[in-house]
Structure formats: structure tokens, C-alpha cells
């Protein structure tokens, strides 16, 4: 299509439901890792990148049960720290999101790098700190391995205002021993939808 013809004079009319934020639902798809309790989820967007983290949760030992076309309900009992699917991975940047709930619950997992649209620097150190601050020893050789004998509160100064970083960090500190404060965080509004969550 080349161009949008619009035509005025007509006043507007009628009920829109709009979609679920992308942004929002993958941090919140995976927080419901943090959990063994079912957790629904409702106006999940039905795009490709949500699909993708659906499949990776899966693939960690999460059941995804499609209550509607937009409602999910998620039950992450029984995690396994799986070999996650490098191009899975590589399909999405927000794979490591997974990284802040798997560090929380799980002792040791490997992740593939993530992908993802390439928009500007998108450097995952940030996420690494933020881990790192509590209590996550974080190697890497061609992927990253994560490793927790359980994790702190912490209050460390994030080094940029990375809106998933400050995500993975919230999500691993809430299951913390100890209180945690994270300085620099970002504050947009699907950070704090998933701090309400």
C-alpha cells in the first residue's frame, strides 16, 4: 500500500478493544516462572515474539493452557533447567528475561544469546550486573551459564536504565533473602505493570 486515502466529515463510532503491549507481556509471561502456583494471564497479545517466549517457557517445563484467543493460563511446577533451543533464543531479544526467574528458581541453567532486532548498542552487561549484584555467578562461552546457591537482596546502581534489565533484576530480587535496591532503574509503564504483577 502506498499511501492512506481519509476522508473526513464522518464522526466515529463503535467499541475498539485494543491488544495487550508486547512489552509488558513478555516480562509477565516470564515472571509466571517465579511461581509453581497457575497464574492467568488475559489480552495477551497473539503476535510472533510472545508466541516464541510461550515456546520457551514451555521448553523449561511451564504449561501454557490457551484458556481464550487472548487468555493463558501458566503453571511452572516443575521447571527443568533444559538446553533452550539456540534459535528459539535467537528469535527474540527478550529470551533473557528467563534469565532473572531461572536464577530465582532453578540452581544452575545455560542460555543461548538472545536475538532480536538489531536497533542501536543493545548490550546485555546490564542484565549481567544486575545478576551478578545478587548473588548469580555468570559465565560465558559461546552462551551463558548461570549459577546460584540461592539469591540476595542487594542495592547496586544499575549502569544504564535498560527497561529489561531493570526487569530481570526485579524479577529475580522478589524471591531474594533480604531487601533489595536497584538504582537507575527504569520506570516505564510495563516495568511497573510487572512490578504490580
Not at 89 to 102: E, F, N, T
Request: glycine share 8%; with cysteine; aromatic share 4%.
Amino acid at each position: 500500500m502506498d499511501k492512506f486515502i481519509i476522508e473526513g466529515g464522518t464522526p466515529l463510532n463503535g467499541e475498539v478493544v485494543p491488544a495487550g503491549n508486547k512489552n509488558a507481556a513478555l516480562p509477565l509471561v516470564a515472571a509466571c516462572l517465579l511461581t509453581e502456583e497457575p497464574v492467568v494471564l488475559r489480552n495477551v497479545p497473539r503476535i510472533k515474539d510472545v508466541s516464541a517466549m510461550k515456546r520457551l517457557i514451555e521448553s523449561l517445563g511451564a504449561q501454557v493452557e490457551e484458556l481464550d484467543a487472548t487468555s493463558w493460563r501458566i503453571t511452572a511446577r516443575d521447571l527443568r533447567p533444559a538446553d533452550l533451543d539456540p534459535d528459539l533464543c535467537r528469535k527474540i531479544r527478550a529470551s533473557i528475561l528467563v534469565a532473572g526467574p531461572m536464577s530465582a528458581r532453578v540452581g544452575e541453567f545455560k542460555l543461548p544469546p538472545p536475538g532480536g532486532d538489531v536497533i542501536g548498542r543493545r548490550r546485555l552487561d546490564t542484565h549481567i550486573l544486575a545478576l551478578r549484584a545478587l548473588g548469580s555467578d555468570v559465565q560465558y562461552d559461546r552462551g551463558f551459564t548461570f549459577r546460584s546457591n540461592g539469591l540476595r537482596g542487594a542495592d547496586f546502581l544499575m549502569d544504564e536504565a535498560s527497561v529489561t534489565a531493570t526487569e530481570n533484576a526485579i524479577m529475580a530480587a522478589v524471591t531474594a533473602k533480604g531487601d533489595t535496591v536497584i538504582r537507575n532503574a527504569a520506570s516505564e509503564p510495563h516495568v511497573q505493570e510487572l512490578c504490580h504483577f
